[in-house]
């Protein structure tokens, strides 16, 4: 009995201690080359999903620059009622849109500080920028807090 409680306390000690390749193969288990092939190939498709989003971020940001570039070419009046400052460019896309199915026309502008303002109405009058800016706060609900006149005299678009 001694002899076989030995023995199979002397297999469990090879066991643990020798390769487990040999045990994970008998039981049809993958064994570490094929683990280090699996994370390998894991590794090379997270790398090629970063370069692909890397890609499609550099295509985002050439797309909002030949649209600001072609918005900024569009400034044409001296007066504008600017419909609001936003950090975050896609609360302003978001602003933009709701505003065009108002039946604005709006003219999205970055500015240097990197701040996208929404900017309407363009006139060479300062009064009459001034009135649509009025009739815009009378009239429209979703208003928001920062509505100013814009002089392009004093820009700091880019």
Not at 33 to 40: G, I, N, S, T
Not at 97 to 123: C, H, M, N, P, W
Request: hydrophobic share 40%; with cysteine.
């Amino acid at each position: 009995m001694k002899l076989f409680r030995l023995s199979a306390i002397l297999l469990a000690v090879c066991m643990l201690f020798t390769g487990c390749d040999a045990v994970r193969s008998m039981l049809g288990k993958p064994t570490s080359k094929d683990l280090e092939q699996l994370r390998l190939e894991q590794e090379a498709a997270r790398a090629k999903a970063r370069e692909d989003s890397i890609a499609a971020l550099q295509a985002e940001v050439e797309r909002i620059a030949a649209e600001q570039e072609a918005a900024a070419n569009k400034v044409s009046s001296r007066y504008y009622v600017a419909m609001g400052g936003f950090k975050v460019p896609s609360n302003a896309v978001n602003y933009k849109a709701y505003l065009e199915k108002q039946g604005y026309d709006i003219l999205a502008v970055r500015f240097k500080t990197g701040y996208d303002v929404l900017l309407t109405s363009g006139t060479d009058n300062y009064y009459e920028a001034l009135r649509s800016m009025y009739k815009f706060m009378e009239y429209e609900k979703t208003c928001p807090y920062d509505i100013w006149i814009y002089d392009t005299k004093t820009a700091i678009h880019e």
